[in-house]
């Protein structure tokens, strides 16, 4: 078995294009004469895309890259604040065969896009094939497909290949995020990796969260907007959950900490739940990051920074297992820093200590891929992570 080899590289130089050379140059020369084989790039939203992607494939060249646009990104363990810089990772191939592919215009077609992103990128690792298999996925934050975009992959690929990743994110702004192949910077958009292995790849997924209350139906929504729960508005509801305290601090300067501390977890057939991330427009209406389908059965859940750091050495133990990587990929929910707040750096401190010698490579998103058992995969204020 070969294992993978990884090289991380960051930069925090305003110039866009110096920014890029200095992260690819820092990680290529950690790959100790080996191959790059896959560049992964996320980035602040502060840079010129365009120079930044041209300062990377100055030193990569014409190897695959993908990437996103992120709310802070975190490697070997340390945290690096959102609008803070570029981080890139490259990849040897190891055992394995990578392929890249990207879609546009996926908003009206989240399906179909799926499957063509999917057969796409299949088809780009080329004609070795190997026992098993994985897809990566990155997607634009704020278009309202990640489900069916998933589905539409899963629709190609079958129920025995996992799929891992996370939505672009653009520092808060919720103006616009982009995701990165190659050269090109996309919106509406989603790229891929194919991973074909020799081995099960595992797709390790868990949140913290705990449910108050008794399940209750959706009884009145319209896409990302909850009307109804139980027949009664969505936001009396949510607010009858709340301690007095809590009630108190969602009229304080930080007025939207309410929608992270408290979310709505989707209650699936086996019992376990999706989290999905709400909060109020400015006019008042109760919206979730995710579509939640009415009459689907929720409860409200809340979480502390203990219950969310709990489950990070569970999620790296189980992608872990029965492997030797080099590199373990993670991703984790923006909403979760808005709970760990000055806590937040032992999130990536805590997932490195499990890692080992493994490097750890990651970044904060609008929204977790982790499709494994299940047609549904797409999660909020969650950790995900699969090694390599």
């Not at 570029?86 to 879609?103: C, R």
């Amino acid at each position: 078995m070969s294992r993978v080899a990884a090289g991380i590289g960051a930069s925090e130089v305003a110039d866009a294009r110096t920014a890029g050379r200095e992260a690819a140059a820092n990680a290529l020369g950690e790959l100790a004469g080996a191959s790059p084989a896959l560049v992964i790039v996320y980035s602040s939203i502060r840079y010129d895309f365009a120079e930044l992607l041209a300062g990377i494939r100055e030193l990569t060249g014409a190897t695959p890259l993908v990437g996103a646009t992120s709310c802070g990104h975190f490697f070997d363990g340390r945290l690096v604040d959102a609008g803070e810089g570029v981080a890139v990772l490259v990849l040897s191939t190891g055992d394995y065969h990578f392929g890249v592919a990207s879609v546009t215009n996926v908003t009206g077609r989240g399906v179909a896009a799926g499957r063509e992103l999917a057969e796409s990128a299949k088809a780009a690792a080329g004609d070795v094939r190997l026992d098993h298999a994985a897809v990566l996925l990155l997607a634009d934050g704020l278009q309202p497909e990640q489900q069916t975009l998933i589905n539409g992959i899963y629709a190609f690929s079958g129920v025995k290949v996992p799929v891992v990743g996370g939505a672009a994110a653009d520092d808060r702004q919720l103006t616009g995020t982009k995701v990165f192949h190659g050269d090109q910077v996309l919106s509406d958009a989603a790229v891929a990796v194919w991973i074909d292995s020799p081995r099960p790849l595992t797709v390790a997924v868990a949140h913290g969260w705990t449910a108050q209350g008794l399940p209750m139906l959706v009884t009145r929504a319209d896409g990302p907007i909850i009307y109804e729960i139980g027949g009664r508005p969505s936001s009396q509801v949510m607010e009858e959950q709340f301690r007095p305290a809590e009630a108190e601090a969602a009229d304080d300067e930080d007025a939207d900490r309410w929608y992270s501390a408290h979310a709505l977890g989707l209650v699936e057939p086996d019992g376990s739940m999706l989290v999905r991330g709400v909060y109020r427009d400015p006019e008042g209406l109760m919206r979730t990051l995710v579509p939640v389908p009415a009459y689907a059965a929720v409860q409200v859940v809340t979480a502390d920074a203990d219950a969310l750091l709990d489950v990070t050495e569970t999620v790296a133990n189980n992608a872990l297992e029965n492997t030797d990587p080099g590199v373990l990929l993670g991703f984790s929910c923006v909403a979760r820093l808005d709970i760990l707040r000055d806590r937040s750096p032992e999130e990536p401190g805590l997932l490195q200590k499990a890692a080992g010698a493994a490097r750890t490579f990651g970044f904060f998103t609008y929204g977790e891929f982790a499709r494994t058992k299940s047609v549904a995969g797409v999660h909020n204020a969650t950790l995900t992570a699969i090694a390599l």
